[in-house]
């Protein structure tokens, strides 16, 4: 580690008393890093460009000196570190999460989680126990563990549709408010992604952003609990029926399934019909217009992110509430 305001301060009070000191003071004992550290352990979060790890935590033989720790003592390979926080064995390390991560997976190749996976923690200085007796010395990488899908993602229970006109099938994931009671009716948010998760991947829907995830935080439930849905469109669906949405603006097979969907869903929630709402990316936005166009009492309100196609009705969306968001 190189030295430190307070290491250097530190070092020079340590040679003001080293000579009444000598003849008592223990050795510091030096101890390679990868013998200090006993254990890794990783947060993930979702953010608005997909999973990422949000802090990494190394737990220490003994408990750790704090201002002997510093964001230059540690190196995660594409992450940014932006604090460090000391809590007797535990040196956790919060990364900064504004940086845009690299190119978007493949998500058909994808067997559990897309995007970081796992991270290579490297200590590059030297960390002190509190008592000053050990010395945790770098260069040491370890491995976090991967990692694992975020809670609000648990939260969304698995479901597969079928559509018995047509046989087309499909994915959605729900989620219902905590509490959730017959004896009340429910505000319906549906979300529907961009083409890049039209995928087997389970939970892709969920673990690309935020655009379905976001309504059943505590923040917004506790402004209104509403159920949520977020739709799922196979690519091998699509191989067979065709894309989600076309170019004219026509009612697909795929999109004439999440109408049923929604009746279906209806049927079986309690689910207030009167305020319904759409929640659109790219794709999303484009069958989630069709739709409106189509039914335009369905939705109470729409907000739709970067529509690919222009409205073949823009008459029917006339009076209807749409938030759209173009770029």
Known sequence: MGWSGKKAAAAGIAALVLPCAMATAAPVKVIPANEGIENVSVESDLFVDGLKAAKVTLSYT???????????????????????????RDVTLILDCSNKLKDEPDWNSMEDLPYETQLLVTQTGDV????????????????????????????????????????????????????????????????????????DAAKATLLQGQGATVWATGQEQSKHKCLVIA????????????????????????????????????????IDRSRIYGVGQAQGADALMTLAEHYPGLFAGMLLVAPQ???????????????LQVS
């Not at 720790?69 to 926080?85: C, N, W």
């Not at 191989?239 to 795929?254: A, F, I, K, N, R």
């Not at 196609?309 to 938030?323: E, H, T």
Request: glycine content about 6%; aromatic content about 10%.
């Open 62 to 88: 003994k408990k750790i000196l704090a201002d002997s720790v510093s964001t230059d003592d540690y190196r995660i390979e594409d992450r940014v570190i932006t604090d460090v926080q000391v809590k007797g």
């Open 231 to 270: 739709v799922q469109y196979p690519l091998s669906t699509e191989q067979e029926y065709g894309p989600l949405v076309s170019d004219d603006g026509s009612m697909t097979s795929g999109i004439k399934a999440i109408r049923t969907l929604i009746d279906d869903l209806c049927k079986n929630y309690r």
């Open 128 to 199: 002190s126990s509190a008592n000053s007796k050990i010395l945790y010395t770098g260069s040491y990488s370890v491995p976090t563990p991967r990692l694992s899908k975020p809670e609000i993602v648990e939260k969304f229970a698995e479901k597969s549709y079928v559509d018995n006109t047509t046989g087309l099938k499909f994915r959605y994931n729900i989620y219902q408010p905590e509490k959730y009671t017959s004896g009340w009716n429910y505000p319906l948010v549906i979300f529907i992604p961009d083409e890049h998760v039209n995928t």
């Open 309 to 323: 196609k222009q409205s073949a009705a823009p008459d029917k969306l006339a009076g209807q509430k749409i938030w």
